[in-house]
Structure formats: C-alpha cells, structure tokens
C-alpha cells in the first residue's frame, strides 16, 4: 500500500542526537487510515535498557527501529511496512490504541492449529 503522507510532531532539526531517540510519526496510507508510530533508533533502545537498569525491552508496542532518525530512513522503514496491505504497520497500530482489539481467541485457536500440524508432521 502507499504512503500518501508522512508527518512529524517534532522537527527533524531539532533532534539534538539522531542517532540516540525516538520520535512519533504520523502516517497516513492511500486508503485514508491514519497511523500514529514511534520511530526509535538502536542506540536510544540500548540507553533505555541502561537507564531503567534493565537487560532487556518489556513487551509493549513495537516501535519501527531505524540506525539513525533522518528522513530518508524512516521513510524507507514506514514504506517497508507498508507494502502489501500494510498488515504490519496497520497490525502494530491497533495493537498499540488497544489490546482488546486483537482477538486472542482466534490467536490460540491459529496456535493450536499450527501446533497440531507440527506434531502431524514430526511424528509421521
């Protein structure tokens, strides 16, 4: 799909380290939806982690990871997650508004599935 319009709350220059943050970015896809994600880069992760004294990032919204925040970079990452049907950028969005509108159940019945044929193939 593609990306009719990117946007940023922030001004770019105004970064002081591009290569060590994160930054919301407003999306908005041919068919109309509008997508608000947070663009990080590895280092500002890794500073997290320091910070917060801990070894790894908690399970909450994934954020789209660039090397560094310029413009180009993000939008080479936001058009990747937009290709096809932007199942992933849109998959990360609503994930991100609110949990609830992930259906869990159908989540497990696909897990089950899967696990059946996985035990089908390797103890045929």
């Given at each position: 799909?593609?990306?009719?319009?990117?946007?940023?709350?922030?001004?770019?220059?105004?970064?002081?380290?591009?290569?060590?943050?994160?930054i919301d970015?407003f999306i908005?896809?041919?068919?109309?939806?509008?997508?608000?994600?947070?663009?990080?880069?590895?280092?500002?992760?890794?500073?997290?982690?320091?910070?917060?004294?801990?070894?790894?990032?908690?399970?909450?919204?994934?954020?789209?990871?660039?090397?560094?925040?310029?413009?180009?970079?993000?939008?080479?990452?936001?058009?990747?997650?937009?290709?096809?049907?932007?199942?992933?950028?849109?998959?990360?969005?609503?994930?991100?508004?609110?949990?609830?509108?992930?259906?869990?159940?159908?989540?497990?019945?696909?897990?089950?599935?899967?696990?059946?044929?996985?035990?089908?193939?390797?103890?045929?």
């Amino acid at each position: 799909m593609k990306v009719s319009k990117i946007e940023y709350p922030t001004v770019l220059s105004k970064i002081a380290d591009i290569d060590n943050n994160n930054i919301d970015v407003f999306i908005e896809l041919e068919d109309g939806t509008r997508i608000t994600v947070v663009v990080s880069t590895p280092d500002n992760l890794r500073s997290y982690m320091d910070k917060e004294n801990l070894n790894f990032i908690s399970a909450t919204q994934p954020d789209i990871i660039v090397k560094s925040l310029t413009e180009d970079n993000i939008k080479q990452a936001i058009e990747n997650y937009a290709e096809g049907d932007a199942f992933w950028l849109k998959l990360l969005f609503v994930a991100s508004v609110d949990r609830e509108f992930i259906d869990m159940d159908r989540i497990n019945q696909c897990l089950n599935k899967i696990k059946k044929e996985n035990h089908e193939l390797f103890d045929a």
